[in-house]
């Protein structure tokens, strides 16, 4: 079972890693709306709106 | 959704109105002018799918307003609300107050992306804004806010850095310790199933010391960052000499921390850094749903700001009117007012009159005339008329800001309540030092070797895991349980308030009524010259042009097939005349209408309702008399009912007049009810009432609220009210009805209930287990498993709540938008 010296600590980088880029999104405001996002799926592109340039009139 | 409701509105069509609209090619009913013209614009725009998204409707209306968002664009005033970057891109969070469901951040999102120059659309339904971004060469705030506008949302403009970004933090950590907390707390998890089956099977002991090193090593993240706030929170609790549930919860943990390190060095012993990872697991899970629920509702940065205009029209030194930032007004400015505006300051007229709706201020239902030289107060709205005043207070001085520092200082004294957890906390963990204590001298006596390892393992199975969790995740249900009933959980005292022999308050103009007027009652004269339906139809086109408050009662009447031959005329004061069909009809007061119908005796009326009445004739003779007033709401006679049969003590306290407030109070069948009630007035009531140690829950809507509902024990808010009430409020009706009252009673009764078995189970879960412990009976697998299992005890029982409640009993419940609750 000596493989354990090297497998734990190699499982410990990698928390440390997800634990850093979950931080990063965090502070990138990725989780500050966690409802609408999930309606999204639901809601997107079953019928394109119309897009245009137009100006706000 | 039936053909009797409004495809747009889904309020009730009223009689005689057909309205339709072609949306997605099917023809569609609409109950109004407004809503074909919002549910055509929505069409057009290709986003009609909003009608199958949408959740149930939260407020029946969705028109549009007039505003003026233009003042937006001045560069002193947007400056306030733009934070603009290097690269030309601005940036600035706009507050929606009526932001419940997807489908509304869907079409805010759909309305604006798309345009030139908007770089981003971010939501936070939670807290109801949106963040927008734009180029600043292609567009202005102005013209986005007009834009959301126009879709029937009242989008109001945030200042940056308030107590927004305070929110954002608080956030962000607490789903940062949570995560953490969650991943390391497997870990630890994971690594301590590896030492019991070393237990079981057996293991070397340098692997086990491995396992150990390395539990220790990922709890050290949990204990030194996620569960900092308890830590912080049981030094702060201690600092004011109240010790709370965070007090034991950090003691459990630097215990079984620190027993766990002596083993850990020792090489030998047991450790627990798994029961460690899943108490803060589950600690930070509750408080994190909490603070959600917290801010879901906290609109109290907001609450002010909303409620007065952001620009005024300010007379300039020559006498021209020029829009200026509210925030840069003098308190001898001179500023110009006409019909639609809200007053921003505390003034005198100069000169004109208007007629002001103050009900939001005083309770008054009807609008009152103010002439020259009379006092307008900030946060009113004028119905009709214009006039220029001379600011008299801006700002915390005006009568606005007077209520809201009642209200803080009313929330200050509250605070100084403990929870029932609270108090049980404290003593808790005296006896558990005390119960230690007495270990250890015992058993230096008898065997100085095992006192340590005893005095440990007291120490350990004392841990209150359950005891903690016992209130917050029974809350956690409840206000799941609440929000599926229609009503938001703000602060869980409101659960605790509500029960027998308790007084609940309720203010009467937008709370027990609908807070805006409708017609009563109406007789008819002559039903050969016009029927009811006639004179409503004909009441309604002539009031149309009058933008008299009491003409909105009679909006719902338009008729479609008929129309006004030439524009109608406005007597201030007195009422419309104009010509339909070759006739000239007058609607109006009594000496106004006759003087061309002529005088007649006139029929009792056919009602004992109170309100104004409004005459309607022509040259053959009075046609009809009308009474027009706010009216209760439809659930409130059977709501009212309940409540009392289940025994509330139910008062009604309003700022409205002795007649109205009385009239209302006898058709709900209350007999302890108080008129023209100032806030203060209204204070001391509650105060009397909570002297006779009765437990005060106050149910309101207005300005006026606010001070009282921070005051009494408990509050209720209306979700339409003023976010001032909101903000001040323990829960909100989410829906247009005080039907949720009713399942509000009942969950509370049954989360009590929930709480107290769970803090009984625990306590004497732990009391047997310290008692065996202290006897040195519990070998520390077991303390673990009893730990866990206990827990989990607790957390099932919370979920019964989740049971489906009661049938209240009622009446039948009418299908107008009253008795709806909404999904938010």
């Known amino acids: 079972m000596t493989i354990l010296y090297l497998l734990i600590p190699l499982g410990l980088i990698l928390l440390t890693i997800f634990v850093a880029a979950f931080f990063w999104a965090t502070r990138n405001g990725q989780f500050d709306d966690l409802e609408s996002p999930a309606m999204s799926v639901v809601l997107d592109d079953d019928k394109a709106p119309r897009k245009t340039n137009r100006r706000f009139s | 959704m039936t053909t009797d ?33 919002a549910s055509e614009f929505i069409a057009a725009a290709g986003l009609d799918q909003f009608y199958q998204h949408r959740a149930p409707i939260a407020d029946a209306v969705l028109r549009p307003e007039q505003h003026n968002y233009a003042a937006f664009d001045k560069t002193d005033i947007s400056r306030q609300f733009v934070a603009t970057d290097d690269n030309g891109i601005c940036e600035s969070t706009i507050y929606i107050g009526d932001l419940y469901c997807p489908a509304c951040i869907w079409l805010i999102d759909q309305v604006l992306t798309g345009y030139e120059g908007i770089e981003s659309v971010g939501a936070n339904p939670a807290s109801r804004r949106i963040i927008v971004r734009w180029h600043k060469d292609a567009t202005t705030l102005g013209a986005i806010l007009a834009q959301i506008a126009t879709v029937g949302f009242k989008p109001e403009p945030v200042t940056p850095g308030s107590s927004l970004d305070a929110e954002r933090t608080d956030y962000r950590s607490a789903i940062k310790r949570l995560v953490v907390a969650g991943v390391f707390g497997m870990q630890a998890m994971m690594f301590a199933i590896g030492l019991y089956a070393g237990e079981f099977y057996g293991m070397e002991d340098s692997q086990a010391q491995l396992l150990r090193v390395v539990s220790l090593i990922v709890t050290l993240p949990i ?39 002596m083993h850990t060095v020792q090489q030998a012993g047991d450790v627990y850094y798994d029961s460690i990872a899943m108490f803060v697991l589950l600690l930070c899970l509750s408080r994190f749903l909490e603070m959600r629920a917290r801010h879901n509702a906290d609109d109290r940065a907001q609450a002010l700001a909303v409620m007065l205009p952001a620009a005024v029209t300010r007379l300039n030194s020559d006498g021209e009117p020029e829009l200026v930032a509210l925030s840069s007004l ?17 003034g005198r007229i100069y000169s004109g009159h208007l007629s002001v709706d103050e009900s939001m201020m005083t309770g008054e239902s009807d609008p009152v005339v103010r002439g020259v030289g009379e006092r307008v107060l900030a946060g009113t709205t004028v119905m ?32 100084h309540m403990q929870t029932l957890s609270d108090r049980f906390a404290s003593v808790f963990v005296l006896a558990v030092l005390g119960l230690a204590a007495l270990t250890a001298l015992v058993w230096w006596q008898m065997a100085p070797e095992r006192t340590l390892p005893i005095v440990l393992s007291v120490l350990i199975v004392a841990c209150p895991c359950a005891l903690a969790l016992a209130t917050p995740t029974a809350l956690a249900s409840a206000a799941s349980m609440l929000s599926r009933n229609g009503m938001l959980l703000i602060r869980a005292r ?62 719902r009447f338009m008729p479609a097939d008929m129309t006004l031959d030439e524009p109608a005329v406005v007597t201030l004061a007195a009422g419309v005349s104009g010509v339909i069909g070759g006739t000239e009809y007058r609607i109006g007061k009594l000496a106004f209408v006759t003087a061309i119908a002529g005088d007649r005796p006139l029929p009792a009326p056919s ?31 059977s709501v009212l ?30 007999a302890d009810y108080h008129s023209d009630q100032t806030p203060q007035d209204k204070l001391s009531l509650v105060r009397r009432l909570k002297r006779e140690s009765k437990r005060v829950i106050m149910v309101g809507d207005g300005v006026n609220d606010a001070p009282v509902m921070a005051a009494a024990d408990a509050s209720v808010a209306i979700a339409n009210g003023t976010a001032l009430a909101r903000s001040s409020a323990d829960s909100v009706l989410l829906g247009n009805s005080l039907t949720p009252l009713l399942s509000l009673t009942q969950i509370a009764s049954r989360t009590r209930r929930v709480i107290r078995q769970s803090l009984i189970w625990a306590a004497s879960y732990n009391l047997i287990a310290v008692s065996f412990a202290s006897l040195g009976w519990v070998a520390p697998w077991m303390a673990a498993l009893g730990m866990s299992a206990s827990s989990l005890l607790v957390v099932s029982n919370a979920l019964r709540i989740n049971r489906p409640l009661a049938k209240p009993q009622l009446p039948a419940i009418d299908t107008t938008s009253e008795s709806r609750s909404v999904y938010a």
């Open chain 2, 641 to 670: 009912a309940s409540l009392r049969n289940a025994g509330f003590e139910l008062v009604i306290a309003s700022g409205d007049n002795n007649a109205a407030v009385q009239g209302v109070a006898s058709q709900l069948g209350i």
């Open chain 2, 5 to 37: 409701t409004c495809f747009h509105c889904e309020d009730a069509i009223p009689a005689g109105i057909n309205i339709v609209a072609t949306i997605g090619e099917t023809p569609q009913r609409m109950c109004c002018h407004g809503c074909r013209a």
């Open chain 2, 494 to 555: 409101i659960l605790d308030c509500l029960h027998v022999g308790s007084v609940i308050v309720f203010d009467k103009t937008g709370t027990l009524t609908r807070g805006k007027p409708e017609v009563a009652s109406s007789d008819i004269f002559d039903r050969t010259r016009a029927d009811k339906q006639q004179c409503l139809a004909i009441a309604a086109l002539l009031e149309a042009e009058s933008g008299h408050v009491l003409a909105n009662a009679f909006d």
């Open chain 2, 607 to 637: 009602s004992d309702m109170v309100g104004s009445e409004v005459f309607l004739g022509c040259a053959d003779g009075l046609l009809a008399r009308f009474v027009v007033c706010d009216t209760v709401r439809s659930d409130a006679t």
């Open chain 2, 330 to 346: 003098a308190p001898s400015d001179r500023l110009q007012l006409q019909r639609g505006d809200v007053i921003a300051v505390d």
């Open chain 2, 223 to 261: 204990m030194g960052f996620a569960a900092l706030p308890f830590f912080r929170g049981a030094i702060f609790s201690l600092k004011q000499k109240r010790p709370g549930m965070d007090v034991p919860v950090s003691l459990a943990l630097i215990i079984a921390f620190s027993a766990s390190l």
């Open chain 2, 384 to 415: 009709q008329g214009d006039a220029i005043i001379d600011a008299a207070a801006t700002g915390a001085s005006t009568q606005l800001g007077e209520i809201s520092r009642l209200i803080e200082k009313a929330q200050h004294d509250r605070s």
